[in-house]
């Protein structure tokens, strides 16, 4: 079979051709922060992430040779691990998704192209792949629960890299996985089920190039009813301005070791 694998990053979108299980081509598109500054919300950028794709693979591909597409699964309703195949309930929750993130894209550009295709769409190990243990949900305050938001996509593709590199089954080790990008998520998976990971998206764990990590709480507190920061402004100290870029001005890590 041959298939076409999307997956919308902050700053990129990645794109690769298998045939089976062979790599044939891939290819990164880079996206500068003067070209991503006006669009509002990451909806606005569906449009501009499609164009690029199509330019992307004029002359390497025909759509019509394809049998499939798969995109990264995006912030949709909690579920478990896997492959699903876009529906319209599916499209409608990336459409409307709480929060922002490129992955909420992958499933949507998958279907059109899949539609002008004639084949059928996927996502898979979306990042809202929730498997936790249950004990491991409470916090020290009744209010707050810990939820499962990570680099599922990632972790689970390299540790059945793993698996196959010693020869055994990806269910039958135990095993932890830490992922190193824009943000940072450190997770447990015990016979193919991620039951425990921080969420590196809301707060939880180390600080990232973009994201703020665990912060001292009773100072945090202290520092939205300051008055100087709006809830947004907070968040954004968190999550996109937080991090490396707080301290240095930058999320590039080749030119902070220059």
Not at 54 to 64: E, F, N, R
Not at 135 to 157: K, Y
Not at 234 to 251: E, F, N, R
Request: aromatic share 6%; hydrophobic share 35%.
């Amino acid at each position: 079979m041959k298939v076409l694998v999307i997956n919308p990053g902050s700053t990129s979108t990645k794109l690769a051709i298998y045939n089976d299980s062979q790599q044939i081509w891939k290819h990164g598109i880079y996206h500068q922060p003067e070209e991503l500054k006006d669009f509002q919300n990451i909806n606005e950028q569906y449009q501009y992430r499609r164009d690029c794709i199509t330019k992307a693979l004029q002359g390497v591909c025909d759509l019509k040779e394809l049998d499939g597409i798969i995109g990264r699964g995006g912030l949709l309703k909690p579920m478990p691990g896997g492959v699903y195949r876009v529906t319209e309930r599916i499209k409608e929750d990336l459409k409307n998704a709480k929060m922002q993130h490129a992955s909420n894209l992958a499933g949507l550009l998958a279907d059109e192209l899949g539609s002008i295709a004639g084949c059928p769409a996927f996502i898979a190990d979306p990042v809202v792949t929730d498997e936790m243990w249950e004990i491991a949900r409470p916090t020290g305050m009744t209010e707050i629960e810990r939820i499962s938001i990570f680099h599922a996509l990632n972790s689970r593709a390299v540790s059945r890299n793993y698996a196959k590199e010693i020869g055994k089954r990806y269910e039958d080790l135990n095993i932890i996985v830490a992922h190193l990008g824009g943000g940072i998520t450190v997770s447990a998976h015990q016979h193919g089920r991620v039951v425990d990971v921080n969420d590196g998206l809301n707060g939880e764990g180390p600080f990232s190039p973009e994201r703020a990590g665990t912060i001292p709480a009773a100072q945090l507190a202290e520092l939205c009813f300051s008055g100087k920061y709006t809830l947004a402004e907070i968040k954004k100290k968190l999550i996109g301005q937080g991090g490396l870029m707080a301290h240095l001005g930058t999320t590039n890590t080749q030119l902070i070791l220059e």
